[in-house]
């Protein structure tokens, strides 16, 4: 297992914020062309919810865009933290290493979704984020952010708010583990992804998963053969048409009963 000093000093290196004259000399980062304002996945990422003034104060900050290619961490456990990262493109999964050396799967973050908040309470990262497909993402320096927020209520609450969305997000997970069985689980995740692929204009009813069996299984606390099984159930009953990664929602109402009978 490779040292957190290691991996820090690497990272930071490689997501180094730099005058525009110097971006040559930094192969993994460029400057950020775009701005929040203008950006299309702004209705879901950072400047979802700030006023005008705040989203022209966001744009004066210096981001950097990095591409990561599949399989690629973007940072690890253990890492100093020092940027909030927006998922620009593709998809990537956060996850823990057990001490008996297994993968724990902790979450799934597409585009629009920040990554990296997890470092805030200890200033390291809690988990390693891994790009399950060519991506890219805007890196936030979060001492930056945090100056204006300081100076800003309304910029306050919406770090808050993603804050919170963090919090949410951990107790789903509780409940998916705690309280549902095989089928409610599977059920639950392909409704969440199917809600976040609605949120950003594609088909509610079709997708490609880019996570495998497996990383689904460990997000789910099921074993591989148990998703495999519910899956090839779920198509058997005419709720899914999957063919491997692809899936195609037949009958969401069949879907999501048994989940909303759950959780009333």
């Given at each position: 297992?490779?040292?957190a000093?290691?991996?820090?000093s690497?990272?930071?290196?490689?997501?180094?914020?730099?005058?525009?004259?110097?971006?040559s000399?930094?192969?993994?980062?460029?400057t950020l062309?775009?701005q929040?304002?203008s950006?299309?996945?702004?209705?879901?990422?950072?400047?979802?919810?700030?006023?005008?003034?705040?989203m022209?104060?966001l744009?004066?900050?210096?981001f950097?865009?990095?591409k990561?290619?599949?399989g690629?961490?973007?940072y690890?456990a253990g890492?100093k933290f020092?940027f909030?990262?927006?998922?620009?493109?593709?998809?990537?999964?956060?996850?823990?290493?057990?001490?008996d050396?297994?993968?724990?799967?902790?979450?799934?973050h597409?585009?629009g979704?920040?990554m990296?908040?997890?470092?805030?309470a200890q200033?390291?990262?809690?988990?390693?984020?891994?790009?399950?497909?060519d991506?890219?993402?805007?890196?936030?320096?979060y001492?930056?952010?945090?100056e204006?927020?300081?100076g800003s209520?309304n910029?306050?609450?919406?770090?808050?708010?993603?804050?919170?969305?963090?919090i949410?997000r951990e107790?789903?997970?509780?409940?998916?583990?705690?309280s549902?069985?095989?089928?409610?689980?599977?059920?639950?995740?392909?409704?969440?992804?199917?809600q976040?692929?609605?949120?950003?204009?594609?088909s509610a009813?079709?997708?490609?998963?880019?996570?495998?069996?497996a990383?689904?299984?460990s997000?789910?606390?099921?074993?591989?053969?148990?998703v495999?099984?519910t899956?090839?159930?779920?198509?058997?009953?005419g709720?899914?048409?999957v063919d491997k990664?692809?899936?195609?929602?037949?009958d969401?109402?069949?879907?999501?009963r048994?989940?909303?009978?759950r959780?009333q």
């Open positions: 297992m490779i040292s000093t290691t991996h820090t690497s990272a930071l290196a490689r997501v180094h914020y730099v005058a525009p004259s110097e971006v000399e930094s192969a993994s980062v460029t062309k775009t929040c304002s950006c299309h996945l702004r209705d879901l990422c950072l400047p979802c919810g700030m006023t005008e003034p705040d022209h104060r744009d004066a900050l210096r950097g865009r990095r990561l290619k599949a690629e961490a973007l690890h890492e020092a909030i990262h927006a998922v620009r493109s593709g998809t990537f999964k956060s996850s823990l290493t057990l001490k050396g297994r993968e724990q799967v902790t979450g799934f597409m585009a979704e920040l990296g908040l997890d470092g805030v200033s390291a990262h809690a988990s390693t984020a891994t790009a399950l497909e991506a890219e993402v805007c890196a936030i320096p001492a930056n952010l945090a204006l927020s300081a209520m910029m306050q609450m919406t770090v808050g708010k993603l804050m919170s969305r963090e949410v107790h789903s997970l509780m409940m998916l583990l705690g549902m069985n095989a089928e409610e689980r599977l059920a639950a995740f392909l409704l969440n992804i199917s976040r692929m609605k949120a950003r204009g594609y009813s079709e997708f490609h998963l880019r996570m495998s069996r990383e689904i299984g997000y789910l606390g099921m074993k591989l053969e148990t495999s099984r899956f090839s159930a779920f198509h058997q009953q709720m899914l048409a990664k692809h899936v195609r929602i037949v969401l109402q069949a879907l999501t048994a989940f909303e009978m959780v």
